[in-house]
């Protein structure tokens, strides 16, 4: 089955700095790969995601790419802010298997 | 419109008792899934219904049954709960695959067994 692997499991950044998460994946046939932020006692809340026919997507101060031959994709965050600090979840799917299978997850903590 | 709504929020359960997670969506979903998640974890796809009728293994079934009642609801049976099912439990769904939906989650129920 699919493996997904997220790096890294902690990081720290200053207000205003970039943070990169990055995961990568084992299923070539994976062809959806979302990203979702949760915070303490919540539910995951998807902030994007993009497909395997695209190699990147932004909204805002948040884009996502996608590396189909490496098998890897990225989360990026520009302008960090305080209330971006969560634990952040990659996941993969594809539509055979139809279902997510999850990173490990990154806590990111932004120091005002 | 509700969403994903799962019952109970908060359960106590002594080893060995057996319950039953219920969710139900309101959003006319095909597919629905049971996620577990432990501290410092990710979440983990214990069964899934990928249309109605139909039920699927996920990464860590054992110990765990479902029933996909009906299009809205897909619910979650511990038989014989033990200390390791002690979890937060995610109920999800989304509509097809095929044309770019997302998965929603419900607010998630956390079960401790002593």
């Known amino acids: 089955g699919e493996n997904v692997e997220q790096h890294p499991s902690t990081l720290s950044v200053q207000e205003g700095d970039s943070a990169v998460i990055k995961c990568t994946y084992s299923?070539?046939?994976?062809?959806?790969f979302p990203w979702y932020k949760q915070e303490l006692g919540k539910r995951p809340q998807l902030i994007i995601d993009i497909r395997s026919n695209v190699g990147e997507k932004k909204d805002q101060r948040i884009a996502v790419t996608l590396n189909k031959t490496a098998k890897h994709f990225s989360l990026h965050i520009t302008e960090t802010q305080p209330e971006d600090s969560a634990v952040y979840f990659c996941?993969?799917?594809?539509?055979?298997?139809?279902?997510?299978?999850f990173g490990s997850g990154t806590r990111l903590q932004v120091q005002p | 419109n509700a969403g994903v709504t799962q019952t109970p929020k908060f359960q106590v359960l002594k080893t060995g008792q057996s319950m039953t997670l219920q969710c139900a969506q309101d959003?006319?979903?095909?597919?629905m899934y049971w996620y577990r998640q432990d501290p410092g974890m990710g979440l983990r796809l214990i069964y899934y219904?990928?249309?109605?009728?139909?039920?699927d293994k996920g990464e860590v079934p054992n110990g765990y049954n479902v029933s996909r009642l009906n299009k809205r609801e897909f619910s979650l049976r511990l038989e014989s709960a033990a200390p390791s099912q002690t979890s937060v439990y995610f109920c999800a769904s989304i509509g097809d695959w095929h044309s770019g939906n997302t998965i929603y989650f419900g607010e998630g129920s956390w079960l401790t067994v002593v």
């Open positions: 959003m006319n979903h095909n597919s």
């Open positions: 219904s990928a249309s109605e009728g139909t039920t």
């Open positions: 996941a993969a799917s594809s539509t055979g298997r139809r279902a997510l299978t």
């Open positions: 299923d070539s046939a994976s062809n959806y």
